[in-house]
């Protein structure tokens, strides 16, 4: 019996796709490419409209401070990356953003661009332009990355990308009243029962943390992050892992001047010298009540296993501090992931958490190929 109807779709090339995506639009294939271009400040109301359109009720910010933040607009000392429109007699028809980062892997470094905020008009969804998009940034960068899908997305993002393992996500429950009250009705017991097993995964933590043993670790808040860093991604270039370089600038912007929200962001230091870095945000739940997301994490293993545990009692306690639901980390290293499920964390499946890559350069791609672990988390994405 024939296999074929299991064998994935061939990937489409550029030149095929404009063809047929030109002709549905009513364009040559030259007016199709000389159409896309990166966005200005006056393309902003457009790009706010077709937002709000696709989109709609759930943007719950401030969305022209958010796209003013996030890309450049035409303004070289703004945002982290490009906005690209396609613009066909003066109406906005699609957008991609993308995400400025640079990989390091064995020693190389390689420019790349992660993908997100891929929007077209409705009535043009059926004819390939969400496609076309992708295959037209592919083109203009060595590599790409779609980090992450939703049900929409996910079938392009394994067509058009080389797809790697999933990124995993992890959780640390802290408060247990919610979820006991949903499964034992019995007027007090379940807060008793929270009190209880709360204050026991508490002393387990503090066991399997040990925050008192005699460290030269010390965790500090970090208010703007600076050159110290560098230090940090030259460790991390050396491990045997891929890297996605984080500079002051850019993680300053990321998390600290994000519209939505800034992050709180810790160092790990021994002896003067930066040895990790951690960012958090709170994140609202229903009904008022909150999780705490690890949006970033980075400490060079195995040497940096005491800054990796001082860090996550750090996200703990201050998870109890805030009296959250929960600590969540998304992860794509298992050095990392031994030392999360260590500290009380568990593994939960997630089918959107997609990892998808293109690459240009054949010999950056085998010495990637070769490594199963990046450093990549929440901040290459579009969610926080």
Not at 8 to 13: D, E, G, I, L, Q
Not at 254 to 275: E, I, M, T
């Given at each position: 019996?024939?296999?074929?109807?299991?064998?994935?779709?061939?990937?489409?090339?550029?030149?095929q796709t404009t063809r047929l995506v030109?002709?549905?639009?009513?364009?040559?294939?030259?007016?199709?490419?000389?159409?896309?271009?990166?966005?200005?400040?006056?393309?902003?109301?457009?790009?706010?409209?077709?937002?709000?359109?696709?989109?709609?009720?759930?943007?719950?910010?401030?969305?022209?401070?958010?796209?003013?933040?996030?890309?450049?607009?035409?303004?070289?000392?703004?945002?982290?990356?490009?906005?690209?429109?396609?613009?066909?007699?003066?109406?906005?028809?699609?957008?991609?953003?993308?995400?400025?980062?640079?990989?390091?892997?064995g020693g190389q470094s390689c420019p790349a661009l992660s993908l997100m905020d891929i929007l077209i008009q409705p009535e043009l969804e059926s004819v390939g332009l969400g496609v076309w998009l992708n295959l037209f940034i592919q083109a203009q960068t060595t590599a790409t990355l779609a980090i992450g899908a939703n049900a929409n997305s996910i079938g392009m993002v394994s067509r058009l990308f080389d797809t790697l393992p999933n990124r995993r996500s992890f959780v640390h429950p802290v408060k247990l009243g919610h979820f006991l009250r949903k499964r034992l009705p019995v007027p007090g017991l379940p807060q008793l029962m929270a009190m209880g097993l709360e204050t026991m995964m508490r002393l387990g933590r503090a066991l399997l943390l040990a925050p008192w043993l005699p460290s030269s670790i010390q965790i500090k808040p970090w208010a703007r992050l600076d050159d110290a860093l560098n230090a940090l991604n030259a460790q991390l270039?050396?491990?045997?892992?891929?890297?996605?370089?984080?500079?002051?600038?850019?993680?300053?912007?990321?998390?600290?001047?994000?519209?939505?929200?800034?992050?709180?962001?810790?160092?790990?230091?021994?002896?003067?010298?930066?040895?990790?870095?951690m960012a958090t945000q709170l994140t609202p739940l229903d009904d008022?009540?909150?999780?705490?997301?690890?949006v970033d994490l980075?400490?060079?293993?195995?040497?940096?296993?005491?800054?990796?545990r001082a860090l996550l009692w750090t996200a703990l306690e201050?998870?109890?501090?805030?009296?959250?639901?929960?600590?969540?980390m998304t992860s794509y290293r298992q050095d990392v992931e031994r030392e999360l499920r260590r500290a009380g964390f568990r593994q939960q499946a997630h089918q959107f958490e997609t990892l998808g890559w293109t690459c240009g350069d054949d010999g950056f791609k085998a010495l990637v190929e070769a490594r199963a672990d990046w450093t990549l988390s929440e901040v290459h994405t579009d969610r926080v």
């Open positions: 019996m024939s296999n074929s109807s299991t064998r994935p779709r061939p990937r489409p090339s550029l030149a030109s002709r549905a639009l009513g364009m040559s294939a030259e007016e199709l490419t000389a159409s896309v271009r990166h966005a200005v400040w006056s393309d902003l109301p457009a790009i706010l409209a077709l937002r709000t359109r696709v989109i709609g009720t759930d943007i719950d910010w401030d969305d022209q401070a958010y796209m003013a933040w996030r890309y450049r607009l035409g303004r070289p000392q703004a945002g982290g990356g490009e906005c690209w429109v396609l613009v066909r007699d003066g109406a906005l028809l699609g957008m991609v953003g993308t995400q400025d980062l640079v990989l390091q892997c270039e050396t491990n045997e892992v891929v890297h996605a370089e984080r500079t002051p600038a850019q993680l300053n912007w990321r998390l600290l001047d994000n519209p939505r929200g800034a992050s709180q962001v810790w160092g790990a230091w021994s002896k003067g010298r930066l040895v990790g870095y008022g009540r909150q999780a705490l997301t690890i980075v400490v060079p293993l195995p040497i940096g296993r005491p800054a990796l201050e998870a109890w501090r805030h009296q959250v639901e929960y600590v969540t």
